[in-house]
């Protein structure tokens, strides 16, 4: 049974940074994706960054290039999104997501998912 976990999240003032991490198990990482969505209140849930598990290409929204970072340790097992320059625009909960074959920004694409955590940032 697959599962992630993310952890990380909370509250920073507009400029500061985090990183979130999100711990998965039962989770094969050869020629797979995975990725980081958020969706705030009202909104459409949305892609931020991706990576290619067996190449470690990676893939990242307009709005988030040049501020966020998404990587991997696979020893771990664990995937991470570091971001900085927040804005009050990035406060919303971000997901882990994980799905077999090539990356696609389609939440609809992706079979598992965590928890979730939340990031608000503050102006």
């Known amino acids: 049974q697959v599962q992630l976990v993310e952890s990380g999240g909370g509250s920073v003032q507009a400029g500061g940074s985090l990183r979130l991490s999100c711990a998965a198990s039962?989770?094969?990482?050869?020629?797979?994706?995975m990725g980081w969505f958020r969706q705030a209140p009202g909104k459409e849930r949305e892609g931020v960054a991706f990576?290619?598990?067996?190449?470690?290409?990676?893939y990242y929204a307009d709005s988030v290039k040049g501020r966020f970072a998404i990587s991997r340790d696979s020893a771990k097992n664990t995937l991470y999104l570091q971001m900085g320059s927040l804005k009050p625009e990035d406060t919303a909960m971000y997901y882990c997501?994980?799905?077999?074959?090539?990356?696609?920004?389609?939440?609809?694409?992706?079979?598992?998912w965590g928890q979730g955590t939340q990031v608000t940032v503050s102006s």
């Open positions: 997501a994980a799905r077999v074959g090539g990356c696609s920004r389609d939440p609809s694409a992706y079979a598992y």
């Open positions: 039962g989770y094969t990482y050869s020629h797979n994706c």
């Open positions: 990576i290619r598990t067996g190449g470690n290409s990676t």
